[in-house]
């Protein structure tokens, strides 16, 4: 492979410092520019203030640099279709186009999907109207899941515990259109740990990625509102060898398969967000991108070289990465507010004193400081050779970073 490629990674968000920072390492890549990035990604990629919803702006970029491979982190530049037209004027992107995209964006979507090809996922149905949605609710079971049909950066999920909760969600996303006009699929909860698995995807060859769980709940003991991943850790012990080829046999690779032979095939990441329910793998939701905080601790394991993985699924070429066993975890240290209204602008202190690696997730840099710009902020790693030792490790560090508007969990890794 001809060394001296040149890069460009869309999205500005811990998954994309933590795919500069693996990408920075790999001896072919001799330059690697980040639309827009942020302050962490800055020390390690050239950051280009181009939003990621300009495509067109991307485009114009990635030709006038002559950039060899582009990787899409977040969902909006999928949605707006950036494979297709990257694509179309000849440009290598790792990504799926925005029909197959819409696997993630569309919850209906990837539910009928599952439904046509007897892939294991919860009971549902979806609705558009208010009294119907209600009264399927009533006559139900509780808790039931209660989910907008549309991106809604994780917080378009209520696991309502009560009929009142479930009420009130319709509402809000039905009468009061809290993330716009739209559906919502109501369906069976499912009861039992989660995990995430990420596949790289070319058509139906899959590459996939080591198995890692993150923390939806905005605090301690999963208390309060879903939000987009408050730490994760990789591997996971309870998802053994043996359910993880369960996985791969029952849900990705059919999901897959069947995308081909529905003519959307799938290239990118998909990733499997799963449930062990009752001792079987089942889908809770699928993203078509690179998962976040997820991304953070599974690339710092790969011991193969990230561009040259990326590169083979791009070719549909056979690759089969490799994986460090020590486990790395990750604590997100969010805006307080976060996901509701948070407060940016707070000067991040102590980040020369941390031992391990801190991935940027919303931050910037001006005059010599790091502010806070972003709901999530920081990812702070730690490294062990369990999860207990990688969890101490974590929080070791966590504890030297001072800022007066950050919040974190202090239980990322317990069980
Ligand atoms: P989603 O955005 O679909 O991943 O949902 C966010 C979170 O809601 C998931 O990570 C689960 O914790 C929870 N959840 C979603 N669907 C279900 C379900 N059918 N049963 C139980 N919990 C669910
Ligand atoms: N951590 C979940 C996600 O990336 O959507």
């Excluded at 920075?24 to 390690?44: L, M, Y």
């Excluded at 050239?46 to 950039?67: Q, R, T, Y």
């Excluded at 791009?314 to 969010?334: C, D, H, I, S, Y």
Aim: hydrophobic content about 40%; charged content about 25%; some cysteine.
């Amino acid at each position: 492979m001809k060394m001296s490629k040149k890069v460009l990674v869309i999205g500005g968000g811990g998954r994309c410092h933590a795919m500069v920072d693996s990408l920075s390492r790999s001896p072919h890549v001799s330059k690697i520019f980040c639309a827009p990035g942020n302050g962490g990604i800055s020390a390690q990629a050239e950051c280009v203030p181009i939003p990621v919803s300009d495509i067109d702006g991307l485009l114009e970029f990635a030709k006038s640099e002559g950039i060899d491979l582009t990787i899409v982190g977040p969902e909006a530049s999928l949605a707006l279709g950036i494979v297709d037209t990257f694509r179309k004027a000849g440009l290598k992107i790792f990504g799926p186009t925005k029909a197959a995209a819409k696997i993630e964006s569309s919850k209906e979507y990837a539910k009928d999907l599952m439904a046509r090809h007897g892939v294991p996922t919860a009971a549902y149905r979806t609705f558009d109207n208010f009294d119907e949605a209600l009264a399927y609710v009533k006559a139900g079971p509780i808790p039931v899941v209660i989910k907008y049909d549309g991106l809604a950066a994780g917080k378009g999920v209520v696991v309502a515990l009560t009929l009142k909760e479930a009420e009130d969600a319709l509402k809000d996303m039905l009468l009061n259109e809290a993330f716009g006009k739209g559906r919502v699929v109501i369906e069976e909860f499912l009861d039992g740990p989660e995990f995430s698995f990420m596949c790289l995807v070319n058509g139906r060859k899959l590459y996939p990625l080591a198995i890692a769980r993150d923390h939806k709940r905005a605090y301690n003991h999963d208390m309060g509102p879903n939000t987009g991943g408050m730490g994760a850790f990789s591997p996971v012990p309870f998802v053994t060898e043996e359910i993880k080829n369960r996985a791969l046999e029952t849900i990705l690779q059919p999901v897959a398969d069947a995308m081909v032979d529905e003519g959307v095939p799938f290239t990118g990441v998909l990733y499997g967000g799963l449930i062990l329910h009752k001792g079987e793998p089942k889908v809770i939701e699928f993203n078509a991108r690179f998962g976040d905080p997820e991304t953070e601790v599974v690339l710092p394991r790969l011991k193969s070289d990230l561009y040259e993985l990326i590169d083979a699924a791009v070719e549909g070429k056979e690759f089969n990465p490799e994986w460090r066993p020590e486990t790395v975890l990750g604590v997100v240290m969010a805006a307080k507010g976060y996901p509701g209204k948070y407060e940016k602008g707070h000067v991040i202190h102590g980040l020369d004193k941390v031992s391990n690696k801190v991935y940027h997730m919303g931050t910037s840099i001006r005059d010599g400081k790091t502010l806070s710009v972003g709901g999530r902020v920081l990812m702070v790693l730690g490294e062990g050779n369990d999860l207990a030792e990688a969890q101490k490790s974590a929080y070791t560090d966590v504890i030297k970073i001072d800022c007066d508007g950050l919040f974190n969990r202090n239980d990322i890794g317990n069980l």
